[in-house]
């Protein structure tokens, strides 16, 4: 085995361990981060949309999109996306891979 190949070795059996490791605390950061269903529905939605459709779908206020995004994307838990006139968030997690349900957006209110 070369050195490339044992560092690629090394750096899988890493990615393993730390997924692992870190399931329990993402979830648990989740679950504290989006703990309303609208939150949890605007997370799960936030995919590069505009703000104004997240707003629509969760049926939350633009404002409120916008301090949503602005916290995730400070918590670590959505990306900064550039967007004519501003920005979007993206989400980096699926709620789903964490067994965290996703609210039907009519059980939202």
């Not at 730390?18 to 648990?28: D, G, M, Q």
């Not at 997240?54 to 995004?69: P, Q």
């Not at 959505?78 to 965290?100: H, T, V, Y």
């Given at each position: 085995m070369n050195n490339e190949e044992r560092i690629i070795e090394l750096l899988?059996?890493?990615?393993?361990?730390?997924?692992?490791t870190s399931i329990p605390e993402a979830?648990?950061?989740?679950?504290e981060t989006l703990a309303s269903s609208k939150e949890r529905i605007a997370y799960h939605v936030s995919d590069?949309?505009?703000?104004?459709?997240?707003?629509?779908?969760?049926?939350?206020?633009?404002?409120?999109?916008?301090?949503?995004?602005?916290?995730?994307?400070k918590v670590g838990i959505a990306?900064?996306?550039?967007?004519?006139?501003?920005?979007?968030?993206?989400?980096?997690?699926?709620l789903e891979d964490f067994g965290i349900e996703i609210p039907s957006p009519e059980n939202s209110n």
């Amino acid at each position: 085995m070369n050195n490339e190949e044992r560092i690629i070795e090394l750096l899988e059996e890493l990615v393993k361990w730390t997924r692992v490791t870190s399931i329990p605390e993402a979830k648990t950061l989740l679950e504290e981060t989006l703990a309303s269903s609208k939150e949890r529905i605007a997370y799960h939605v936030s995919d590069g949309r505009k703000s104004k459709e997240v707003a629509k779908l969760a049926n939350a206020s633009y404002s409120t999109i916008i301090k949503w995004w602005k916290k995730w994307i400070k918590v670590g838990i959505a990306e900064s996306m550039p967007a004519k006139g501003g920005e979007r968030a993206k989400a980096l997690f699926s709620l789903e891979d964490f067994g965290i349900e996703i609210p039907s957006p009519e059980n939202s209110n």
